[in-house]
């Protein structure tokens, strides 16, 4: 099987830009303020073995359970509404569980956060040009990248300081709110006027 670098390089770029963990720096510093701590590691493997799944399995795992990619893709944008309302608006709609505070926050950040319905349906968009190694490979090594960024969420959280993280946070709760919503639309085939 020939396996070019530059496939590999395209992939992890196009998977980079999907899964936009830089992105969601400010979404995870606030999200461990509410919990003592988030397990980098758990989290990177939950979402990678989500990931996985949709690799390997993809549409036929979702019409085991009666699915469609759009039906799942909207799911996951009233989710990612909700996170994006809760930055911008300074609200809370995921309530932690104080008895289980390191779990909690696999759900949103392994999903829909990095594993989401964007992400999916990309992954499975790419089964279409590339061999399943080259995006095996491109996943392994965004999964890599994420959970060091993860790992170092504290000096981020150092160098913004409170009122930098703030700003950053309705920025990126507006930027998100807006992803959602094309996420929404796109897969329910709604158009808006001069769209």
Known sequence: MDIRFYDILTVFMVLFAVIDITGSIPIIIELKRKSSDVNALKTTLVAYGILLVFLFLGEPFLHLFGVDVS????????????????????????????TNLKESFIV?????????????TTIISLKAEY???VILIALTLNMIVVYFVLRITHVFEKLLGSSGILILKKIFGIILLAISIR?????????LHGV
Request: a negative charge; charged letters at 10%.
């Open 131 to 133: 061999s399943l190694l």
């Open 108 to 120: 949103p950040i392994a999903f829909p956060l990095l594993a989401g319905a964007g992400t999916m």
């Open 71 to 98: 039906s799942f893709a909207i799911a996951g944008s009233l989710v990612l509404f909700f996170i994006a309302l809760e930055m911008v608006l300074g609200i809370e709609f995921f309530k932690t569980d104080p």
């Open 183 to 191: 996420l929404f639309l796109s897969n329910t085939g709604i158009k």
